[in-house]
């Protein structure tokens, strides 16, 4: 799972600038989703609907929660040194995982990458989730730097040959911002992402080979900051061109070449899923495991990103408002692949409408495992290039952030609320097929349609057991 990667930033979803050539090799041998959504327009609750199968109507986590009681969580600093100021609210231990579902069907489970649903030492941790093996950021903050000072390896922290570097830090007052060097700070030795894939690749080679295993690969990447190694920024300097720097007036940190950074960042995990694929066929198991590819939401618009330079978000608008943080097609549609040779068909495309909880389902049908009681409907049939048996009658988001959110997809129709926390209840209404971007309001000419999603908005939420996650329209 990438990490705010937008539904047109790979080539096999219409991306002209950034080359993905192994996840566009991975869509040719397999299906390609363009109707597939993320849990939520922003991570943590996107990861838990998930893990899950829960949508965000009726999930314990449904916005990202710092966890603010305990201190300065947002101190850098002071987090390394004090992990009880590391991470997030912990998810309950009575939490059923995709994790714990496979682990009770004989499968090895692994979890490389960012997890952000619960602190150390809480029952939130990977370890006590279903996870056999983890290795990664707990925290979803200390993510903002992808040259970290430590990560976790299990519940133990395993220390980096990285200096201490606050998001937020800026280009010194007398640097030259057209100086590589005033950027030096930036760039460390040990770079997350390529630590995490050299875990991930031991994680397979060293399996028990006659247990069949779960790899939940929750990548940072292309998550801002910009950092990536430097070869990824030359080459896409050579195509993009000449830039104007950032200087970190949007977040994160400073980079020279921002546009470059930022292909460079997918191009980058474009070729460890390449690495990856390679080691299967090298392990002489990839005819035998099914690849999920997707994203956790929309792209950002924060810490350099040009999401309309990109395109990033395809055929859904690309400015602030309709992209991550969003309950607009831009910030929770996102590329879905699966590929399985022999199992699911090659250079097929899938318009089926699905979303997240539908993946802890369909992992446990596939896993033989009891499949549990979810939100989700399973995609297996689908999959198999069939009809679903099963199908939604509805998708449901909630979003307590951004003002306050909530949004229904009925078949071709797609309704939105927003602005929420100020009262407001009114839906506006728009026509997917006809109008993907949204630009539409037919809530006047379809009041029918309004009231049918109203009824739906009505029936999927539940009063959150966390008051930070009360809407308070709803939960009065």
Not at 121 to 143: K, L, S, V
Not at 438 to 466: G, T
Request: with cysteine; net charge negative.
């Amino acid at each position: 799972m990438a990490d705010d990667l937008g539904y047109g930033e790979l080539g096999s979803y219409g991306q002209q600038v950034i080359q993905t050539p192994h996840l566009d090799a991975l869509a040719r041998e397999g299906t390609r989703f363009t109707n597939f959504y993320a849990g939520s327009p922003v991570c943590a609750p996107s990861r838990y609907v998930l893990l899950t199968g829960r949508h965000t109507g009726h999930a314990f986590i449904r916005g990202n929660d710092e966890w603010t009681e305990r201190g300065d969580v947002w101190n850098y600093k002071e987090a390394i040194k004090n992990p009880e100021l590391e991470g997030q609210r912990p998810i309950p231990a009575s939490t059923l995982t995709m994790g714990e579902v496979l682990q009770s069907a004989g499968y090895q489970t692994a979890l490389v990458g960012k997890w952000g649903l619960g602190a150390p030492n809480t029952e939130g941790t990977p370890n006590r989730q279903g996870f056999d093996y983890f290795f990664g950021y707990n925290c979803q903050r200390q993510a903002h730097n992808l040259y970290p000072v430590h990560l976790w390896e299990n519940e133990l922290k395993v220390a980096l040959n990285n200096d201490t570097v606050p998001p937020g830090t800026k280009l010194t007052a007398e640097a030259n911002p057209y100086n590589p060097q005033a950027y030096d700070a930036f760039t460390q030795t040990d770079y997350a992402p390529q630590k995490m894939q050299e875990k991930a690749l031991e994680f397979i080679k060293n399996r028990d080979k006659e247990s069949p295993f779960l790899l939940y690969y929750a990548s940072p990447l292309p998550h801002v900051p910009l950092q990536v190694p430097q070869p990824y920024v030359e080459k896409y300097r050579d195509i993009i061109g000449e830039e104007k720097p950032y200087l970190g007036q949007n977040g994160y940190f400073p980079h020279p070449s921002p546009k470059a950074a930022y292909a460079g960042m997918i191009n980058y995990l474009d070729d460890q899923v390449g690495e990856l694929v390679a080691l299967l066929k090298q392990e002489g198991i990839y005819e035998n495991t099914l690849i999920i590819f997707t994203s956790d939401n929309g792209p950002t618009y924060a810490g350099g990103v040009d999401p309309e330079y990109f395109n990033s978000a395809g055929p859904f608008p690309n400015a602030y408002g309709r992209t991550k943080g969003f309950t607009y097609e831009g910030g929770i549609r996102v590329p879905l692949i699966a590929s399985w040779p022999g199992h699911i068909p090659s250079e097929s495309i899938s318009q089926h409408i699905g979303a997240f909880y539908d993946l802890l389902p369909t992992i446990s049908e596939l896993a033989g495992a009891v499949i549990p009681q979810t939100d989700g409907k399973s995609l297996v049939p689908v999959l198999n290039g069939k009809q679903a048996k099963n199908t939604h009658n509805f998708l449901y988001w909630e979003f307590p952030s951004y003002n306050g959110q909530q949004a229904v997809r009925m078949g071709r129709w797609k309704g939105i609320r927003k602005d929420m926390m100020e009262g407001n209840l009114a839906i506006e209404l728009y026509d997917l097929e006809n109008d993907p971007a949204e630009q539409h309001n037919l809530a006047n000419k379809h009041p029918d349609i309004v009231e049918r999603i109203r009824k739906a908005m009505e029936e999927a939420h539940e009063e959150p057991e966390i008051a930070k996650f009360k809407i308070p329209v709803l939960d009065k």
